[in-house]
């Protein structure tokens, strides 16, 4: 099992304003994965991604949500705000390799 840290993400913005996390990714070691690939890995166990705050806090675990449409999604809670932390991080570099 090999763990993740994500610091990256790739957004797509709808028309309606709202955010769909397409892909997440490590800039420095420049690599990123779909959605799919990252729901695939946590749900069946085999690889858990994480994000690590800058202010050097404890570590956000990412998770699967199935919001009442069943569609799945990728979430970082921040606690009990239910901002996503995901959604706060920088855009995954161009030259981010897309691995499987």
């Given at each position: 099992?090999?763990?993740?840290?994500?610091?990256?993400?790739?957004?797509l913005?709808?028309?309606?304003?709202?955010?769909?996390?397409?892909?997440?990714?490590h800039?420095?070691?420049?690599?990123?994965?779909?959605?799919?690939?990252?729901?695939?890995?946590?749900?069946?166990?085999?690889d858990?991604?994480?994000?690590?705050?800058?202010s050097?806090?404890r570590?956000?675990?990412?998770?699967?949500?199935r919001p009442?449409?069943?569609t799945?999604?990728?979430?970082?809670p921040?606690?009990?705000?239910?901002?996503?932390?995901?959604?706060?991080?920088?855009?995954?570099a161009?030259?981010?390799?897309?691995?499987?």
């Amino acid at each position: 099992m090999d763990i993740h840290e994500v610091d990256c993400v790739a957004i797509l913005r709808t028309d309606g304003g709202q955010e769909h996390i397409t892909h997440v990714g490590h800039i420095k070691n420049n690599w990123r994965l779909t959605k799919e690939s990252v729901i695939a890995r946590i749900e069946s166990g085999t690889d858990p991604f994480y994000i690590q705050p800058t202010s050097g806090g404890r570590r956000i675990d990412i998770r699967v949500e199935r919001p009442n449409n069943g569609t799945a999604r990728l979430c970082a809670p921040l606690g009990s705000k239910q901002a996503d932390a995901l959604l706060r991080l920088p855009q995954c570099a161009a030259g981010c390799a897309l691995i499987h």
